[in-house]
């Protein structure tokens, strides 16, 4: 090979047009300059234009792109493709909607001119468009840049080709396996790590990894769904990784078990092994696969893993020896979590629960909690929660109440948390702070206003002081600066927020009642409320109704009241102005709308009263979705006595007086319209559908094949049937 640039980028290309664009500019943009750049893109039977998006940039860049057109094969064998044109001394494999920053060329180049003692390169990786933040395995750039030994300090993964440099000479013989649709570049990248067994870090450079919001979903984003992300994973990556490190060094280096238990984590964290995809032999085949994996890896490794919750390690460590060893027991379990904190009557009520992973051979532990150093003993709630991990039961969440009276004198009062052990009692120094916690533990400056008192979490006490005067205003200046120096995800947004907040609560002279049913469509419950409300003479609060401005629902409603495009800043903010967020739907996306970024608006979440207008009766036991602990409804509504006493009885933990037996929703709106026709509406099954994305379900491969397509199928196209209504129509 005649080296003619410095560096080859190999970019596959599928269905890539909304995005192609924005990743060839950040390497037009590059300060090394493009002109010592191959940018080699290989359109992998692209169907919507973007085949012909590589050539114009052929034609506008003769000296300097390589266009491949090849059928359809996967992103491995479009890598490959783009090998065999590789005219450089460095190579980069850049995905088609991915970017660098401007500086990622020369930093990287300037580096491996140094460090021949590496031939992989790696650059820290941050989230944009769909999701921001920093990715969960950039701690290896903490130190600064520098080539790390990876016999000495392996916990250090680097899974992903798209966001490391390789030398040329490394992939001599080297090529991506077309076995694989998923961890084909980790398998490559660790063959090449295995060499020299040093990795090269930059960290003053960045690439960015787009997490798609619009488009078509990239292949890890669609990876539970398929297939090809359970068995070929195993088997060619996990299996195929461990045989050539044996072959190699005569046993499995740290740092792959370390990369291997990592990636792992996202197997075994998942709830269930899907039904639509596998039957019960080919479920514990899979299992039986992990189990073997995980023989590989040393048990220190896998306690080690911190990027998930404490009781999948047990989990995990559970799978490989049917049980947690006592060793390991403390790494397995997570620390207690505040779940609720109420001041009422001079009573404080906090709320605390603790995860007991399966496999633990010794008795759990229990918690108790001290008030100004005496003792307070709890009532123990029993087990709330049994998380499921690859459908087997991976632990118990236990729940305890403590009830605690105000010092008389309006002194402060702190409370300390405690775990009774066999071997004694211990402290707890850190705990988490659910969702409906007043305050985020993440924070120093966190606090909540609870009447007279402010709230606050600190090296491991839950503090209630008195409230001063003027503190609120500085306590909030305090969080704000806190906020915006960490800049974290959404950190510096709720800045924005909490302010806007701050100046507009006090010039509301009602409540605020926000009513939605699902953020994507209205015509359920929600709306039939709306309309009520709306048409009443007077009005005891400001309505307003989120939906999505792509709804018809949206100019419909806009006729009848004040109506809010659901997920902009403005329903944000009505969000957290409101005093009842009321819905037909209990999603994640309606109980809050700052998702796993709602940390910094804890104590304004904790006065907005949830009331959930159930658009049916429930049938079977919906706890595991609907509790306390999941949702925190204020306003529960049941339509039958029958369903009512469920509600009260299974494992839901609401009072009595959260649970409104008010009858069926909307039976005022009930209106007969007889036609002669049949209606077949056959109810959805979980099994076929995947999560909801921005207020649908779609639907996972294989739904053609299974028995509930093929029933309903064949009902409606039987003949008999076709034959039976023009009958009826005849007759009638």
């Known amino acids: ?204 450079a960045k690439h960015f990894y787009r997490r798609r919001s619009t488009g078509e979903a990239s292949a890890i984003q669609k990876s539970e769904s398929t297939p090809a992300w359970y068995f070929p994973y195993l088997e060619h990556f996990c299996f195929d990784t461990i045989r050539a490190a ?60 911190s990027h998930l919750p404490r009781y999948m390690n047990g989990f995990a460590l559970y799978l490989k020896h049917g049980s947690v060893p006592d060793a390991y027991r403390d790494a397995c379990i997570d620390a207690p979590r505040c779940e609720f904190f109420t001041v009422r009557d001079g009573v404080v009520t906090l709320e605390c629960s603790i995860l007991h992973p399966t496999g633990l051979e010794a008795l759990p532990e229990t918690i108790s909690a001290e008030a100004n150093g005496t003792v307070v003993s709890g009532k123990a709630n029993g087990c709330i929660e049994t998380p499921t991990l690859l459908d087997e039961p991976a632990a118990k969440r236990f729940a305890y109440t403590f009830r605690i009276s105000l010092p008389d004198d309006g002194t402060a009062l702190n409370i300390r948390l405690f775990l009774e052990t066999e071997a004694g009692r211990k402290p707890v120094d850190t705990f988490a702070c659910g969702q409906f916690f007043p305050v985020s533990e993440k924070y120093e400056h966190a606090y909540a206003m609870l009447g007279k008192r402010v709230l606050t979490v600190r090296n491991g006490v839950i503090a209630l002081s008195k409230r001063k005067r003027g503190g609120r205003f500085l306590r909030e200046v305090r969080f704000l600066k806190e906020l915006w120096k960490r800049n974290g995800s959404g950190e510096r947004n709720a800045v924005l927020g909490r302010l806007v907040y701050a100046i507009a609560k006090p010039l509301l002279h009602k409540p605020v009642w926000l009513i939605s049913d699902r953020m994507e469509k209205a015509g359920d419950n929600g709306e039939a409320l709306f309309r009520y409300l709306c048409a009443q003479k007077k009005k005891s609060a400001k309505l307003f109704f989120a939906v999505s401005d792509r709804s018809a629902d949206y100019a419909a409603l806009k006729k009848v009241g004040h109506v809010v495009k659901s997920r902009s800043f403005r329903h944000k903010l009505l969000f957290l102005l409101s005093d009842l967020n009321i819905s037909s739907h209990a999603d994640s996306d309606v109980v809050t709308q700052f998702s796993r970024y709602d940390e910094p608006y804890r104590d304004i979440e904790s006065r907005i009263r949830f009331v959930f207008l159930q658009h049916g009766v429930i049938k079977d036991d919906l706890s595991g979705w609907l509790n306390r602990y999941n949702c925190n409804i204020s306003g529960f509504v049941a339509s039958a006595r029958a369903e009512a006493d469920s509600i009260r009885t299974c494992d839901y933990f609401y009072p009595d007086s959260v649970i409104w037996l008010t009858g069926l929703p909307r039976f005022d709106r009930l209106y007969h319209d007889e036609k002669r026709c049949v209606t077949i509406m056959p109810t959805w099954r979980q099994m076929w559908v995947g999560g909801v994305s921005n207020g649908k379900r779609e639907l996972k491969p294989g739904f053609e094949n299974g028995t509930f397509f093929r029933f309903y199928n064949a009902l409606l196209n039987d003949p008999r049937l076709k034959e039976a209504a023009i009958a009826a129509i005849k007759k009638y």
């Open 246 to 305: 044996a072959e190699k060094t005569g046993g499995v280096p740290k740092f792959i078990q370390y990369t291997l238990a990592y990636d792992l984590q996202w197997r075994i964290s998942r709830a269930h092994i899907p039904s639509a995809l596998f039957d019960m032999q080919e479920k514990a085949a899979y299992k039986r696969l992990i189990r073997e994996v995980y023989a590989h890896i040393d048990d220190d490794v896998i306690a080690a893993q």
């Open 1 to 204: 090979m005649k080296e003619v640039y410095a560096f080859s980028v190999i970019t596959a290309v599928y269905n890539a047009k909304e995005f192609l664009n924005e990743t060839v500019e950040s390497l037009l943009k590059q300060d090394f300059g493009f002109s010592r750049v191959q940018l080699i893109l290989c359109d992998d039977g692209s169907k919507d234009g973007s085949g012909a998006m590589c050539d114009a940039y052929a034609s506008r860049y003769p000296d300097n792109v390589v266009v491949i057109h090849k059928e359809n094969g996967g992103v491995s064998s479009a890598r490959n493709a783009g090998l065999s044109h590789v005219r450089s001394r460095y190579v980069s494999f850049l995905d088609a909607d991915d970017c660098l920053s401007e500086n990622a060329l020369s930093k990287v180049f300037a580096f491996f001119e140094a460090h021949p003692e590496t031939d992989v390169v790696s650059l820290p990786m941050t989230f944009f468009d769909g999701q921001t933040g920093p990715h969960p395995l950039n701690s290896k750039y903490e130190k600064g840049s520098r080539v790390i030994d990876l016999k000495k300090e392996p916990n250090a993964p680097q899974l992903a080709v798209t966001s490391a440099f390789v030398r040329t000479d490394a992939l001599r013989g080297k090529s991506f396996d077309t076995r694989l649709s998923y961890a084909e570049d980790a398998k490559l990248l660790q063959s090449v790590l295995l060499e020299k067994q040093t990795l090269g870090v930059v960290r003053d």
